[in-house]
């Protein structure tokens, strides 16, 4: 009967999310291409380094530290306090629109990134790049807990999870390889095809967030008047 009651309550859930496909579709399709340019990025970081500047993988590891890890840090404390500020100010798609921006301002930093001609630079246009990005990573999930009833919240956030894994981490990557190996034919333009993927992703997911604030700022205000 549990199971059955669980059964019930995913029913619910993806009834809830039909419902409102376009604000869900906003913020599963936002993310889901943001984490794919961040999968991609992080997995073939190390690899960059070693094929471009020889840089052994214990070498990479600081340029790694300060230019996906700290940045993240910091940013995650700034995008709540912009989003908690806007809001307060009756912007109700606050945390959308702001992922939206975080998401374009980040774009070209981590699209040039990997063309850079030195490791000092790919660390500075990285870590520049991945702050913006980091900053939607936390806009994104809150943006979700904002339109989505408490009940429902848990499973909502496992099928953003989902989507994330599927679109981000399963294409992402795989993506960058796929062009190195079979479009380029050449282990030396790993760099081209992580700013390929990037650009396409990075664009694809600002663009989403811009176009579907409108529908999640009149959602969030539904809730609030409720």
Not at 48 to 58: A, G, N, Q, Y
Not at 186 to 212: K, P, R
Request: a positive charge.
């Amino acid at each position: 009967r549990a199971g059955e009651s669980d059964k019930m309550m995913l029913k619910d859930v993806l009834a809830f999310i039909r419902q409102h496909k376009y604000v869900y579709g906003t913020i599963y399709g936002g993310l889901g291409f943001h984490f794919m340019t961040s999968a991609a990025m992080s997995t073939w970081f190390a690899a960059l380094l070693e094929r471009k500047f020889d840089l052994t993988p214990s070498a990479a590891v600081p340029y790694l530290m300060f230019g996906i890890i700290l940045p993240g840090l910091f940013a995650t404390i700034m995008a709540g306090w912009l989003g908690d500020k806007l809001m307060k100010r009756g912007h109700m798609d606050a945390y959308l629109r702001m992922a939206g921006i975080t998401t374009m301002i980040g774009f070209l930093p981590i699209s040039l990134a990997p063309l850079a001609g030195s490791p000092l630079l790919v660390i500075i246009m990285f870590g520049f790049g991945y702050f913006f990005l980091y900053m939607t990573a936390t806009l994104g999930p809150t943006a979700l807990q904002l339109v989505t009833p408490n009940r429902m919240r848990s499973t909502a956030a496992s099928l953003l999870s989902v989507c994330t894994m599927l679109i981000g981490f399963g294409i992402g990557p795989t993506a960058v390889a796929l062009l190195t190996d079979f479009v380029f034919k050449e282990e030396s333009y790993l760099d081209w095809s992580m700013a390929i993927v990037s650009v396409i992703a990075t664009a694809a997911s600002g663009i989403i967030f811009l176009l579907g604030r409108k529908k999640f700022g009149e959602r969030v205000a539904e809730l609030q008047s409720a």
